[in-house]
């Protein structure tokens, strides 16, 4: 068998520290090949029907590694994190838990992996540095991708995106982005731009639907979030198909869920906030959400 060894490190051999030495050692011996991989230049496509995404690290599509040693990358928590969670849905045996990997708060990177396995998210291209970043371009050049659109992985109540239309306006974002973020541990996203029939935001609390409205952008605005002047109109009986996409993808908790309809019919999953404000959703549906989520916690008071 060609069975492949990842370590995650930002050292070349042969100046690792004795314990990743050992490791790359002992590896040696059982691997046709061990690969050092500094994940701040790993890229990645996830595309909407894909059985895997590309994982590419200097050249090399990591996609089928055979395991992958993390050892000592607190100071790359986001670049680190994808990295597993991707190698660890295509199978890569990861040598801890994969929930001891997480992003910095408030990031997408793991709901992108999220969606790409539930095969409910749009096509995504994330990327570290400018190097892996010119060669995603090159792809979606290829794939005759464009318009493409560009996020930031936090949550901005719709600010910092933009509608990317041709590669001259790709390339200008993405030079200016890491100029303004050398040696960062924070990634370009980019997006395909879907043209959406319907967008809904959906209320849910532990699994249960309170209230959906369909969110209609402003003129002009790339997205429909209230904070960008998008109009909520309540919708009292939802379609059940939106009901049962809710209910398979979202768990127990609290949840502003965004969803949409494109022109094929298919639902995407924009994002499901666990931090959610719910001011204009309120306002347009007469939902007390508050009262709501105090007598959710009354009733599990009692039911313990």
Not at 16 to 34: G, P, T
Not at 110 to 130: K, P, R, W
Not at 162 to 168: D, G, Q, R, S
Request: with cysteine; glycine share 6%; aromatic share 10%.
């Amino acid at each position: 068998m060609n069975l492949t060894f990842g370590i995650v490190t930002i050292n070349s051999y042969p100046k690792l520290n004795y314990e990743k030495q050992a490791i790359y050692d002992n590896a040696a011996k059982h691997f046709k090949h061990v690969l050092l991989i500094d994940p701040r230049k790993v890229s990645y496509q996830f595309i909407r029907g894909a059985k895997k995404p590309i994982i590419r690290y200097l050249g090399e599509n990591l996609a089928n590694l055979s395991a992958l040693h993390i050892r000592g990358a607190s100071n790359m928590s986001n670049s680190t994190s994808i990295l597993a969670h991707s190698l660890d849905f295509c199978g890569c045996i990861i040598n801890d838990p994969i929930y001891k990997f997480r992003t910095r708060s408030g990031s997408k990177l793991l709901a992108t992996v999220g969606q790409y396995e539930d095969h409910t998210g749009s096509s995504s291209f994330i990327a570290f540095d400018l190097e892996s970043t010119l060669k995603l371009i090159a792809s979606i050049e290829t794939q005759k991708l464009f318009p493409i659109i560009v996020k930031p992985i936090d949550g901005r109540q719709g600010n910092g995106i933009f509608l990317l239309k041709t590669t001259a306006e790709i390339l200008t974002y993405t030079n200016q982005f890491f100029k303004e973020r050398a040696n960062a541990d924070t990634p370009i996203f980019f997006q395909t731009y879907v043209a959406f029939v319907k967008e809904y935001r959906i209320f849910v609390i532990d699994k249960k639907i309170i209230g959906l409205v369909v969110k209609i952008k402003q003129k002009g605005q790339i997205v429909a979030n209230a904070a960008k002047g998008a109009t909520f109109i309540p919708i009292e009986t939802p379609q059940q198909v939106i009901v049962e996409f809710i209910l398979d993808n979202v768990s127990d908790g609290i949840y502003g869920v965004d969803v949409a309809i494109d022109t094929n019919g298919d639902i995407h999953l924009i994002e499901a906030n666990m931090s959610p404000n719910w001011k204009a959703f309120q306002q347009a549906t007469g939902i007390d959400v508050a009262a709501v989520i105090i007598q959710d916690t009354l009733r599990k008071i009692h039911a313990k």
